[in-house]
């Protein structure tokens, strides 16, 4: 079985975030005075072919804690979608 998975990775919220904070400050040069808090992540799309759904989860998980997301700085969720 193919799965797609969609993962999110953003820093963790007690964090900072120099980029999200960089585009709050200057949205108003721009004439957008209406946004504040910026938060900056990451957005993966992968593909992973495993034998059931609980299996594509445990290798995402896996790609996650070890390589995609530092764990000490980020959090992050993802889900699957089945390729029919």
Do not use: W
């Not at 960089?22 to 993966?44: A, D, F, Q, Y």
């Amino acid at each position: 079985m193919k799965f797609t998975a969609e993962i999110q990775i953003m820093p963790h919220e007690e964090l900072l975030d120099p980029q999200g904070k960089t585009v709050t400050k200057n949205l108003p040069n721009i004439g957008i005075n209406s946004i504040e808090n910026v938060r900056i992540g990451k957005h993966i799309e992968l593909t992973v072919e495993a034998d059931d759904e609980e299996s594509a989860k445990a290798i995402v998980d896996t790609a996650c804690k070890k390589l995609l997301a530092n764990t000490i700085m980020e959090k992050y969720e993802f889900k699957l979608l089945e390729i029919a």
